[in-house]
């Protein structure tokens, strides 16, 4: 299970917070906007990221398409809000989904941990190894019922 761990339970316990999203489209009557595709904006800016995506696929264009990114508080979850009393909820919600048979709570919203994408794969990976292993642990078992 991949989505937000207050959510499996059906926010049982309360909903935690997580930080969302907002996206602008925009497109510019010029060339070039930016030297490269993603620019990450962490001052005053309302906007945190404006992405140029002719840079990511090579098009030649008189015009560009731009993407800006505004966090919300509303919106799909994206990311978790990491304060103490946050922790505290979701320990309770970990502990839930520790009783929880044959469900793997994996990625960001499932473990309310901030993860980049390779940390992500590493922990599908991991994950993927420990089924596998339970699974072939069990497997002459089930062989054995199913007879």
Do not use: C
């Not at 840079?55 to 993407?67: A, C, D, E, F, N």
């Amino acid at each position: 299970y991949t989505g937000p761990v207050d959510e499996y339970f059906d926010w049982r316990l309360g909903a935690l917070p997580y930080r969302s999203l907002r996206f602008d489209h925009i497109t510019l009557d010029q060339e070039q906007f930016q030297p490269v595709a993603v620019v990450n904006y962490p001052q005053t800016e309302a906007y945190t990221r404006i992405t140029e995506y002719k840079h990511l696929t090579g098009q030649q264009s008189t015009k560009t398409s731009l993407t800006y990114e505004y966090p919300t508080d509303v919106g799909d979850p994206y990311y978790p809000v990491p304060r103490a009393e946050n922790e505290v909820l979701y320990k309770r919600y970990e502990a839930l989904a520790a009783e929880v048979r044959d469900v793997w709570f994996v990625g960001r919203l499932a473990t309310y941990r901030y993860y980049n994408m390779d940390q992500v794969v590493g922990q599908a990976l991991a994950t993927f190894g420990r089924i596998q292993r339970q699974l072939a642990a069990g497997a002459s078992t089930a062989v054995e019922a199913a007879e």
